[in-house]
């Protein structure tokens, strides 16, 4: 049985704010989107196997666009988001949208069987990134032990909107205490402002923060999947309702005695939430191929 850690990419995305299936655009010289690039960068820090979480609709065009060019190159395999899945005791719920990540790592839980990261398809983590995450499996031994990649909150915002982060609070030795989802975040003066029931919170900027670089031990995936039909039972009127991976890591965290290790990543972090995004990202992206970060091509 290969034991080398899975990659699991969550691309099923709507992109709703973005305009458009962003998960699928290109943002290398050949085309290269930028799931791409983790793929490269997991499979040379040693990572075994790759898993896709889309949505059926967009699977030709995934096909088309990203799995061509890995063909025959990475070993991969395909899972598939449903809009509306049969939830146990509740049946089909009507949705305008997926059910969120951790329904999305749900989805994609038959066909991980080792130690896994997840990512988003529609961000750029670079390599330091897989390397940390695979010394901390190679070093870790516990199956309550979790981590995740910590950027910092300044780095990961956008000058085009708000952002959602996964805002946490950690010990001094980088063990994660909590983590809040804050789903309006944007730039301010010195600071970032989190838009709240309450009115506007002020965030330092130094601040770890998640951006959906999780690496997980199996033992978590029960425990996800009680957690989000619970959700989904309370949520059941609410269409746009989504159970983020964020949530069931402060429940582990404070309910189940699993430890979650913030790996510091002091490289570059970009992602594209808004359109307005996609001409920094380009160039980028276009700078490290020139700098020889990544060859031409990256799966010739």
């Known amino acids: 049985m290969n034991t080398l850690p ?3 990419i969550m691309a099923a995305g709507m ?3 973005y305009g458009g299936i962003k998960q699928i655009d290109a943002f290398g010289p050949h085309g290269e989107t930028l799931m791409d690039f983790s793929v490269f960068d997991a499979l040379r820090a040693g990572f075994g196997e790759v898993i896709f ?3 059926k609709e967009i699977e030709q065009d995934f096909r088309d666009v990203v799995l ?12 598939f988001q449903e809009m509306e899945p049969d939830i146990p005791g509740l049946g089909r719920v ?3 949208k997926p059910w969120g990540t951790c329904h999305a790592v749900i989805s994609a839980a038959p066909l991980i069987d080792r130690p896994f990261v997840v990512i988003n398809a529609d961000d750029f983590y670079g390599r330091s990134a897989f390397e940390v995450m695979r010394r901390f499996f190679d070093s870790s031994k516990s ?9 910092r909150l300044g780095d990961t915002l956008s000058d085009y ?10 010990t001094p030795d980088n063990v994660l205490i909590s983590i809040t989802e804050h789903t309006q975040i944007r730039r301010g003066e010195g600071c970032a402002l989190s838009l709240t029931s309450e009115g506007e919170e002020v965030l330092p900027l130094n601040r770890f923060v998640s951006m959906n670089f999780w690496g997980f031990k199996p033992s978590i995936l029960p425990v996800m999947e009680s957690l989000f039909y619970d959700f989904a039972k309370a949520n059941q009127s609410q269409p746009k309702a989504e159970f983020y991976i964020p949530l069931a890591v402060d429940h582990v965290i404070k309910n189940l005695g699993h430890r979650v290790h913030i790996l510091p990543c002091e490289g570059p972090w970009f992602g594209v939430t808004y359109r307005e995004d996609r001409p920094q990202v380009l160039k980028a992206v276009q700078k490290l191929v020139q700098q020889g970060v990544y060859p031409e091509g990256l799966f010739n």
């Not at 199956?143 to 950027?151: K, P």
């Not at 909107?161 to 950690?170: D, F, H, M």
């Open 15 to 17: 992109g709703s704010r």
């Open 53 to 55: 979480i889309i949505r």
């Open 143 to 151: 199956e309550t032990d979790h981590a995740m990649a910590g950027y």
């Open 161 to 170: 909107g708000t952002v959602s982060r996964g805002v946490c609070e950690a």
């Open 94 to 96: 009507a949705r305008t």
């Open 68 to 79: 061509k060019r890995m063909e025959g190159r990475v070993p991969y395999r395909l899972c």
């Open 6 to 8: 899975q990659l699991v």
